[in-house]
């Protein structure tokens, strides 16, 4: 993480200022160093150069963790499906395998083929309305922030698409944050590849409860990350507490007559930001004013089962065709 963030963050817990031990760092980046707080003396170590802010007490569902870890537990009980996987050709494989495909070669640090491989399954997963819409909400928030300066922090960054787009385009700090500490290493190899880490921090931590400052933060983007925080009640009033600009939020909505898909989002527990009405009830209830820009529909199908990976899915979501809503929801 570079150093300018250690003015912006603070304890997690309960608010109160670091102490900070550094230990090695390069130039303006922290690679290794403790964090300690003054006042309840919960310490929150950097290390690789990922501060990790995490709370012990708070039980953390890695979903990363989770796919990854049944990913090879399946490959190591059946070796002739992890050589097919990697040494089949590329356009023999279903969609989904191609991206499973990438995921492996990225953990053997082969970015090029994996990104190859990636984007090839990206046009067999998904519909090209879906990929027009989210692309233009990507363009979008490019645009809108092109002419800032200060940090950029992009919540639920995951594999940090977003966040490639911002640092490869604009000239502004970045920072990518995540529950998951595995995907956020993953991350700072790809973005090392890509050349692109000198521009971006990493910090892995709760979004309902972030180690930042009370207002230290002039600009949140999130990449469909929203439904992906588990329990989000107290979720944007924690962000509306560290908030002191705009938050841009690419979001996509399904329709509320839909009862084929309303019966996995609500099995799921997906509801509250899958739904117009109700991701916009949120927002007002923790006193943000709320636009929808850039509105767009398009056509969204289930993803293509795995044919190697025992008919395995990219996406729990849709089940069954429908139209979705995209948006930029843009929050002061």
């Not at 690679?31 to 919960?42: G, L, P, T, Y």
């Not at 279903?94 to 990206?122: C, I, V, W, Y």
């Amino acid at each position: 993480m570079q150093k300018y963030l250690i003015d912006m963050l603070t304890c997690p817990v309960c608010y109160g200022e670091l102490g900070w031990r550094i230990t090695q760092q390069t130039n303006e980046r922290v690679e290794d160093a403790e964090a300690r707080c003054k006042s309840c003396s919960r310490s929150y170590p950097i290390r690789e150069g990922i501060g990790i802010f995490l709370i012990d007490e708070i039980q953390r569902n890695d979903l990363w963790e989770q796919v990854d870890s049944g990913l090879m537990k399946h490959l190591r009980s059946h070796p002739e499906l992890f050589e097919q996987l990697l040494t089949a050709p590329l356009e023999t494989l279903s969609p989904a395998d191609q991206f499973f495909r990438g995921m492996r070669l990225e953990e053997l640090g082969k970015f090029a083929e994996a990104r190859q491989a990636h984007n090839t399954a990206m046009r067999g997963l998904y519909t090209s309305d879906y990929l027009d819409c989210f692309q233009s909400q990507v363009d979008y928030v490019i645009n809108e922030l092109a002419s800032g300066e200060d940090p950029i922090v992009d919540l639920a960054s995951g594999r940090c698409y977003l966040v490639e787009q911002l640092a490869s385009k604009l000239n502004r700090p970045i920072v990518a944050t995540d529950f998951s500490i595995r995907v956020l290493r993953q991350d700072r190899k790809r973005l090392e590849f890509e050349g692109l880490y000198n521009q971006v921090s990493l910090l892995a931590f709760d979004a309902r409860h972030t180690p930042f400052k009370d207002n230290a933060i002039k600009t949140l983007t999130t990449n469909l990350g929203l439904p992906n925080i588990e329990d989000p009640g107290p979720l944007l009033k924690e962000l509306r507490r560290v908030v002191r600009g705009s938050f841009f939020a690419i979001s996509h909505f399904f329709p509320e007559d839909d009862q084929r898909n309303e019966e996995e989002i609500h099995k799921l527990k997906l509801e509250t930001f899958m739904y117009r009405r109700t991701a916009l009830e949120q927002f007002s209830s923790a006193k943000w004013q709320i636009e929808m820009r850039n509105v767009c529909t398009g056509r969204a199908l289930p993803t293509p089962p795995s044919v190697i990976m025992d008919g395995l899915r990219n996406d729990a979501l849709p089940v069954s065709e429908t139209v979705l809503e995209w948006c930029t929801l843009v929050a002061n």
